[in-house]
């Protein structure tokens, strides 16, 4: 057997074992069993013991190695945080032993901590602090360093507090510093200090979550998730209306430039293997709906790639899509946005027209079927919330008015029967459009 996998059979098995046994409260104890194992990259599987009488860490199969002594009113602390397990949900910074007052007298270093030299204007220093000191922010966050989202990282820790034939058991398999949640007694516990403690009962060794129970890198990835889901976007955009200070001054005049940013990219509309420079931008007209954006995507120079044309062809495209039924439903849905796509000069790039016809051949569809018909055709987006499931489709609108389901996304579409959802990513399938329904009323 994998060893990763029995690892974690055998914390499985244990956890099932004790959790047979388990009383709701306990005060004593007699010995203490900890297991401290790990799958992924590389594997772990210890498993330790304190008795009372000694109060010696030692290795369950190896009762005459001894670590450590531990320290009994560690031991006392657990128990107690245990059985007064407190309920701060709506305040998730505190898991971590965090307030507004840390945020205030360290925002400023830990943002110096985080860029680590790289330059960022006096304009992002400022929004970068007071962003990090916004608790409702730094809540939001906090809630999502917790719990286990990768396929490649399998810590687990457990622990049996033990008394005669009775046995306390909590677990967890949490992946970010401090290893939160607990489980215990059908239950989610949420407390660093839970953490803390039982890194300290384990020995200094090298393949050990010791450190990740401590909390080691919290700093880091706390401040990588405020960066990614508050600044990153505003530093890109503010870097990017700098350099390209006139482009700006005339989007302005027609659209509002909800994002911006100069990027390496490889894409289906975009192309290269390893990422090109470009000038990415989402432009929205608000005259025309809330619910309607423009992608685009533009090269870097100024003089051969400029943004202008899409100022001159943004009315062609809206008038091609007034009829068009997934426009139209778009418009119509309270909770959707369609992007309609532009690329240097066209909405089809060349580098889309010939993605899309590699997925007519992997489809058994003749890739030349659509010769000759990607004169002024539209590529679009649609993304659709409802019941807090997302449905993502791609589509192809040619001027003849034929609709084609390039890519899907999601357990439904539209207002399209669950057939049309059968199969799933890129599908390159026509939709009659006598089929597309306007949305209900109440969707979400």
């Not at 687990?156 to 489980?183: A, C, F, R």
């Not at 505003?234 to 209306?241: G, S, V």
Request: with cysteine.
């Amino acid at each position: 057997m994998n060893k990763p996998i029995s690892i974690i059979l055998t914390f499985l098995f244990g956890i099932q074992m004790a959790i047979g046994q388990e009383k709701n409260e306990i005060n004593d104890w007699d010995k203490i069993v900890i297991g401290d194992a790990y799958g992924g990259w590389s594997h772990f599987d210890n498993k330790y013991q304190v008795k009372k009488d000694d109060l010696l860490l030692t290795a369950i199969n190896k009762p005459d190695s001894i670590f450590k002594k531990v320290d009994s009113k560690l031991i006392s602390e657990l128990i107690n945080l245990l059985n007064n397990p407190s309920d701060s949900r709506d305040n998730p910074l505190s898991f971590f032993g965090k307030d507004s007052l840390w945020l205030n007298q360290n925002a400023e270093q830990l943002w110096i901590e985080y860029k680590n030299d790289r330059k960022a204007t006096k304009e992002i220093y400022s929004i970068a602090i007071n962003t990090i000191k916004d608790i409702k922010k730094a809540n939001r966050v906090a809630w999502t360093i917790q719990g286990s989202h990768w396929t490649d990282d399998y810590p687990v820790v457990y622990v049996h507090l033990i008394k005669e034939n009775d046995t306390l058991s909590l677990s967890t398999n949490g992946q970010y510093p401090y290893m939160l949640p607990w489980n215990f007694k059908g239950q989610k516990v949420y407390n660093h200090r839970v953490s803390e403690i039982i890194s300290d009962l384990l020995p200094d060794i090298v393949q050990s979550n010791k450190q990740r129970l401590s909390g080691n890198n919290f700093n880091h990835h706390f401040i990588k998730k405020i960066y990614r889901a508050y600044i990153e976007d505003k530093e890109n955009y503010i870097e990017t209306r700098n350099k390209y200070s006139s482009t700006f001054k005339l989007l302005e005049k027609e659209f509002e430039i909800k994002k911006a940013e100069i990027t390496d990219m490889s894409s289906i509309e975009w192309g290269g293997n390893w990422g090109r420079p470009c000038l990415e931008m989402s432009l929205k007209d608000s005259t025309i709906s809330k619910n309607i954006e423009f992608y685009t995507i533009f090269g870097t120079n100024k003089l051969l790639n400029s943004p202008k044309n899409i100022i001159y062809k943004k009315d062609k495209l809206i008038e091609l899509l007034e009829e068009n039924p997934v426009y139209k439903y778009t418009l119509s849905c309270e909770s959707c946005l369609g992007e309609i796509h532009w690329v240097k000069s066209q909405s089809l790039s060349k580098e889309a027209e010939k993605s899309f016809k590699e997925d007519l051949a992997d489809n058994g569809i003749d890739k030349n079927k659509y010769k000759g018909k990607y004169g002024d055709a539209i590529f679009y987006e649609l993304t659709e919330y409802r019941n807090s499931k997302r449905s993502f489709s791609r589509w192809i609108f040619l001027k003849d008015g034929t609709l084609i389901l390039w890519q899907l996304r999601g357990n439904y579409l539209m207002n399209l029967p669950e057939s049309f959802v059968e199969n799933q990513g890129y599908i390159c399938k026509e939709i009659e459009p006598k089929k597309i329904t306007m949305p209900n009323i109440g969707y979400k």
